[in-house]
RNA sequence: CGGGGCGUAGCGCAGUCUGGUAGCGCACUUGACUGGGGGUCAAGUGGCCGGAGGUUCAAAUCCUCUCGUCCCGACCA
């Protein structure tokens, strides 16, 4: 590439859109640009950084035995209906009818679309195990798109599928990702790790994100500091802890509390400490499972749930969702809430009236806690020494906080520590949740009929470059890994009028393409003020200087954009010298 | 979906309170000088002040309505 023929449009000062960095160094060394809230165009410099992360994760999928194709974008919504989540999906999926009437959606993901397509052609076990994946673009109708690429509407994703013919054998399929995955990161020479998560919306028995640690990253980790647990704070399992409280059961008081809704306003007031207190949150649930919502009412429509925490806890809505099989779980409003308990927020408690207006589930911590203080169901009130089984019954006692830093791992009792991350890559085991309902079945050996077992494993392309530069940049710009870098070398020319200056700066660029390498050559009438900050913005590993210097002593410099490392070479060693370097970075990476 | 901010030249902003000739910096064009960390001087180009309606002799500025965009919240009573 030659810098005056291509097309970089850099910015010396920051859009006022962009708040964190990746956002801001891509539009600044001009890789994206936005079209509309969470639509980008990838330029030529941004789409190089694309592709090289692309290949990567392409080589990592044909090593692990995967097949590459191409699938529409827009999908028929009948296919959506026959898994029932063209009603389940909610208002992510953009849906829209053609000219002939005929609904349709634009797919956020390809669940339906390949088992549609590999039922139509499978019919034996001898033709499974079968990986397919795709590289492409995906459109999500997120609530609130940010952060540039990060959380972007529309995003490139690499998506892959298996089917297998029994559970043991989609084990190994997701194990060969699951390993896949680990080469692909570390290759593209992120810091990551791999965590137990919930698997969401697709659905599936159990699955693993792979996060890359940044503090800008929207999930929190729960990571054990003992053993290698690891898991997303929306999944960490909190162990029903055995040893309940034993103090001895007090009488019951009521207690004027005025003005005193807030947790804290309740605890000063009391004098007592928020583990003492026991909150009650009113749920609003939609799509629930039958069985659990108040008896009478349609689940379609929606119902009220209590929800039972320890004052210094925090319910996990993924968790409450999960138990209730819902599509939607949310805080209800204070005026719904005195509209259907004829309480204000925060006088509400568990005791008395509320069991018959609507269901209780708490957390297994309730259980634990004697002698606690709750709202008495009435404005000004609180009531103290109250204690489950004597003065209250919930409907359901389950894992519904969050993990929290003081909780022990679930899984050797160790420290736990809590980091944010970046989700680039997620992994499902999804069994027979979409090959059930849309008979996507193979006769085994026996001539039985059975259904397919899937897997599914996804990777964001696009996020994968923003968290890169979220991992790796400083107060100059970007900071790329070799192996995802738009070019690996860029040479700067500061003598375009100087012929010995400029045969050199072309006869490396030259030698160092027939190297296989991807150079940049900065051949532009720019000062070397300009050409020097736009290097460093745009993250080039290895940045090439030739200049005067050449005309007194001889001498190029090179440059490591990484720690700044500089070297003078005669121009006839640096192209060995690049060579070595670059080959040894990919290759330690790639082990 | 709630709360807040912002829409004035390609980008970053001032001007809006208190109505009266649309400005600054960067970028861009031309020329000269300059040439190893975003240079200097000179001369230029570029704006339906997001859109619609209203008030007024007069609106970027006041009023109403809209559209876009960004941030926060949707985690708690």
């Known amino acids: 590439m030659r810098y005056s023929q291509t097309f970089i449009p850099t910015l010396k000062e920051t859009p006022a859109e962009a708040e964190v960095i990746s956002h801001r160094l891509m539009l600044r060394a001009g890789f ?108 999500r109708d997120e609530i609130r798109p940010r952060f540039g690429l990060m959380r972007g509407r529309e995003f490139i994703m690499k998506d892959a599928y298996s089917f297998d013919v029994d559970d043991e054998q989609a084990g190994i399929s997701y194990q060969k990702m699951y390993a896949a995955y680990q080469r692909i990161f570390a290759r593209c020479g992120l810091q990551f790790r791999a965590v137990e998560a919930d698997s969401g919306s697709i659905g599936g028995s159990y699955s693993h994100e792979f996060m890359v640690l940044a503090k800008t990253g929207e999930d929190t980790l729960a990571v054990c500091q003992h053993c290698d647990y690891a898991a997303n704070v929306e999944k960490a399992a909190i162990k029903a802890t055995a040893d309940a409280s034993v103090e001895p059961l007090l009488a019951l008081v009521k207690i004027e509390t005025p003005g005193k809704r807030k947790v804290e306003a309740v605890c000063e007031f009391l004098g007592i400490k928020s583990d003492k207190l026991i909150k009650t949150l009113i749920y609003m649930v939609t799509g629930g499972a039958e069985g659990v919502g108040t008896a009478g009412e349609n689940s379609q429509q929606g119902y009220a749930l209590a929800v039972l925490v320890r004052g210094d806890r925090e319910v996990q809505e993924v968790k409450l969702k999960n138990l209730l099989g819902a599509a939607v779980v949310e805080l209800a409003e204070d005026k719904a809430v005195f509209d259907l308990t004829g309480v204000p927020t925060g006088y509400l408690g568990p005791v008395g009236a509320l069991g018959l207006k609507m269901k209780v589930v708490a957390d297994f911590e ?200 500089t070297v003078d070479l005669a121009p006839d060693q640096a192209v060995k010298y690049l060579h070595d370097q670059i080959s040894a970075a990919l290759n330690q990476i790639e082990g």
């Open 32 to 139: 994206i640009r936005k079209l509309t809230a969470g639509v980008y165009s990838y330029l030529p410099f941004g789409l190089a950084a694309i592709r090289k992360v692309e290949q990567i994760v392409r080589e990592e999928m044909n090593r692990a035995g995967a097949l590459e194709l191409l699938m529409p974008m827009v999908q028929p919504a009948d296919l959506w209906r026959e898994t029932g989540r063209y009603e389940k999906y909610g208002p992510e999926l953009l849906r829209f009818t053609d000219r002939h009437d005929r609904e349709s959606c634009l797919g956020p993901t390809h669940e339906e679309v390949i088992t549609d397509l590999v039922r139509g052609e499978v019919r034996s076990y001898r033709q499974l195990p079968l990986n397919l994946y795709q590289i492409q673009s995906k459109f």
């Open 366 to 565: 309730i259980a634990t806690m004697r002698n606690c203080v709750v709202g008495a169901g009435e404005k000004n009130f609180h009531l103290q020494n109250v204690n489950l089984g004597r003065d209250f019954e919930v409907d359901i006692l389950a894992d519904l906080r969050q993990i929290a830093e003081d909780d022990p791992c679930p899984h050797c009792g160790g420290v736990l520590g809590q980091i944010e991350g970046i989700e680039v890559g997620h992994i499902f085991k999804l069994g027979t949740v979409y090959s059930s309902p849309m008979r996507a079945v193979f006769q085994d050996q026996d001539g039985h009929e059975r259904p397919m077992i899937m897997g599914c494993y996804g990777i964001g392309i696009s996020r994968i470059v923003a968290a890169a530069i979220e991992q790796n940049h400083d107060d100059n710009g970007i900071v790329f890994p070799v192996a995802i870098a738009p070019a690996q070398v860029i040479i700067l020319n500061l003598g375009l009028k100087d012929g010995a200056i400029t045969a050199v700066a072309e006869s490396l660029y030259a030698q160092l393409q027939t190297q296989g390498l991807t150079v940049l050559l900065d051949d532009r009438d720019e000062r070397p003020g300009s050409k020097f900050k736009d290097a460093d913005l745009l993250g080039i590993p290895f940045r090439v200087t030739v200049g005067t210097r050449l005309g007194k002593d001889g001498m190029i410099e090179i440059r490591h954009r990484r720690d700044g490392l």
